[in-house]
């Protein structure tokens, strides 16, 4: 009767009355059918009046009263899908925009969708499992990890429940990844090393041992790189370990490392591992990815180019080599060479880039994976940058003479690139040298007249 009358209230067109109405009977209590019916009025009413954030508050202060109950759970998963996600964050800060979040709205929401993970149907757990690995809550990396490595469907479940129990499972786990708890490591382990597991789920398992990173993972992780017969966990073993300082990686992987940046047939793994054995390469060794710069496989050019642009303090055979593909054809290849460039020769009291790897790429379990790693790599090689200030190049003036040279004796593509330097305003003038570098550079660079 309560909800007929609620009801009959919104026909009426008294929305304000109607939505107390319902609130009112959630207040109150009531079996569960007529509970979740006047929730879902009540969040519809909510969201076309623009106060969905006080039902989610609502809903929490329910699931405080009845920790033991199902459906307070269920209306608390209906609000979070409802209400934005900065609303949430507003509310667990206590109703600020700023200042750390408070510990107990923090369990308060923690606590029930914890409980959510272990109770009720695939389609429940699988919702908690999300929320909980975009609402970032403390002490839930764990749970969510165990989630992924024990749930399994009933032996004699047909082909649709298995597949909904595989994407509660892989959920959990990239939730649990996108924590970064090394808590959780000995979970994904277990779940990555299990043959009976599907490969989704290892694969999954993968993905958030790579996000998590540092040496735990990265011990579970190499053994792909010496195999390499699985091409994405090899691919995320490589980029585990270009995390790592040197010292911390067994020669043995630096040797596999190199094999499979050379021998491997899958192109990303040949990227994703040639991007650990640059980023393993000791400061006084730079020397030989100068060859490199040159390799046919623009990726592997562009990989040196980043390498040879993170050292700690610019050399002329550095800069030459660098100078002589900025002098090439135009591609991802020469884009790295000038970012490189840039960070090397940029005023320090401007501030240079820190030589820090951005985190992993967000985890992908199907084809697209490779995809994925390639356009990771392209963004940390090749990062967009403004041009550098044209007296920056002047102090290196003999080894754009140098790359000039070399360019006008090179292929036909450098051949045209050094012909383009020549700058409109010179050409034809022996009097004055300036060669233009854009986008390098924001204007024409002067060189000192020949002797």
């Known amino acids: 009767a309560r909800l007929r009358l609620a009801e009959l209230s919104l026909t009426l067109g008294e929305a304000e009355q109607s939505a107390a109405a319902f609130r009112e009977i959630l207040d109150l209590g009531g079996p569960p059918e007529l509970l ?245 390469t000791p400061d006084k060794r730079l020397d030989r990815l100068h060859a490199t710069l040159q390799a046919t496989d623009p990726m592997q050019a562009a990989i040196a180019a980043w390498r040879l642009g993170r050292a700690p303090r610019p050399r002329s055979t550095d800069v030459q080599a660098l100078l002589g593909r900025v002098l090439g054809p135009a591609g991802l290849a020469r884009n790295a060479a000038i970012a490189s460039l840039n960070t090397l020769l940029r005023d320090r009291d401007e501030g240079r880039a820190p030589n820090t790897v951005a985190a992993l790429p967000a985890p992908t379990h199907d084809h697209v994976w490779s995809m994925a790693i390639e356009r990771w790599l392209e963004a940390q090689v090749a990062p967009p940058t403004p041009p550098l200030p044209a007296q920056a190049l002047v102090p290196w003036a003999a080894d754009i003479d140098a790359a000039l040279e070399t360019a006008r004796a090179g292929t036909r593509a450098e051949r045209d690139a050094a012909t383009q330097t020549r700058c409109p305003s010179t050409r034809g003038s022996t009097s004055v040298r300036q060669v233009c570098l854009v986008p390098l550079t924001d204007g024409p660079v002067a060189l000192p007249p020949r002797n």
Request: hydrophobic share 40%; charged share 25%.
């Open 36 to 280: 979740r019916a006047a929730g879902r009025r009540a969040l519809d009413l909510a969201e076309a009046s623009d106060t969905t954030g006080e039902l989610f508050s609502l809903a929490v202060e329910r699931t405080v009263r009845r920790p033991e109950a199902d459906e307070p759970r269920q209306f608390l998963l209906d609000a979070l899908d409802r209400i934005e996600p900065a609303q949430v964050e507003r509310w667990l800060r206590h109703d600020r925009d700023r200042g750390e979040r408070s510990a107990p709205r923090v369990e308060q929401l923690r606590r029930p969708l914890v409980v959510a993970l272990s109770r009720g149907s695939i389609g429940t757990r699988l919702r908690a499992a999300e929320h909980l690995g975009q609402l970032s809550l403390p002490e839930t990396a764990l749970p969510l990890a165990k989630l992924g490595a024990t749930l399994r469907a009933p032996r004699d479940s047909t082909a649709t429940v298995r597949n909904a129990f595989e994407r509660a499972r892989m959920t959990a786990i990239d939730a649990a990844g996108h924590l970064r708890d090394p808590a959780a490591i000995p979970q994904f382990r277990d779940v990555l090393l299990d043959s009976s597991q599907t490969q989704g789920t290892r694969h999954a398992a993968a993905w958030a041992l790579a996000s998590i990173g540092g040496p735990p993972a990265a011990q579970v992780l190499s053994r792909y790189v010496e195999t390499g017969f699985d091409p994405m966990l090899t691919s995320l073993g490589c980029l585990v370990l270009s995390r790592l300082p040197r010292d911390q990686v067994d020669d043995t992987i630096a040797y596999a490392l190199g094999t499979a940046a050379r021998d491997n047939g899958n192109p990303t793994v040949r990227h994703a591992c040639a991007f650990a054995q640059a980023a393993l």
